[in-house]
């Protein structure tokens, strides 16, 4: 069965660009209609959406992070990638990679990452 | 942006309880609704979608439903395993948000 495990970088420094790897084991990432997506949660807060990529390179962002977010893929890697450009103490969070099937117009995320934390500090 | 608000943001219970927890859109969303249990230091797990379908594997003492803007998710019986946080999500729109959660803690 298809598993995702979130890597990269525990602290950033403010300012600069944080990059995260989403690795897809167990199927590949180009099979099926699927969309890859990010999302995080900060201490004590709830779940927010950050973005998502289809294999064709399709992308949709969270328009209050779009102009600071790249989210990519490599298939020949298995892998797809976000980065968050300019950041500060308010991107510090858990960041999550997630699959998104889709199944008659109906969109849900079905399997996820256990999660990465992220701390922004100097 | 389509606003999901849930209620209550925290729940007590004992095991053996029927829960419910409600999940309200901003504007209507048809059916375009999920719910998601999320324990801590574990990957959310997809508990329903489409507001009342049941995911593979998930237990039937779980159900959803709803249309249009009020949504909710029941649980029958609480298991001990089944105290978690639980979040319902919208997929109407693509720009997705997610409700504030709701944490079920042991009574």
């Known amino acids: 069965q298809v598993q995702l495990q979130e890597s990269g970088p525990g602290l950033v420094k403010p300012s600069q660009t944080l990059s995260l790897t989403c690795t897809v084991s167990g199927g590949s990432i180009s099979s099926g209609n699927y969309y890859w997506n990010w999302i995080r949660q900060p201490a004590g807060k709830g779940l927010e959406w950050i973005g998502r990529i289809f294999t064709s390179g399709s992308t949709n962002y969270n328009p209050s992070l779009k102009s600071r977010v790249t989210i990519s893929v490599d298939t020949s890697k298995n892998q797809f990638s976000l980065k968050l450009s300019s950041v500060t103490a308010a991107d510090t969070a858990v960041y999550y990679c997630a699959r998104e099937t889709t199944f008659h117009y109906y969109y849900y995320m079905d399997v996820w990452g256990t999660g990465t934390t992220v701390t922004v500090s100097s | 942006d389509i606003q999901m608000t849930q209620s209550p943001s925290s729940l007590s219970a004992s095991e053996g309880d029927r829960v419910t927890i409600t999940c309200r859109a901003s504007?209507?969303?048809?059916?375009?609704l999920n719910w998601y249990q999320h324990k801590p230091g574990k990957a959310p797990k997809l508990l329903i979608y489409?507001?009342?379908t049941l995911q593979s594997g998930v237990p039937s003492r779980f159900s959803g439903s709803g249309s249009g803007t009020d949504f909710t998710l029941t649980i029958s019986s609480l298991r001990p395993e089944d105290f978690a946080t639980y979040y319902c999500q919208q997929s109407y729109s693509t720009r997705y948000t997610f409700g504030q959660g709701t944490k079920l803690e042991i009574k």
């Open positions: 504007q209507t969303i048809s059916n375009y």
């Open positions: 489409a507001a009342s």
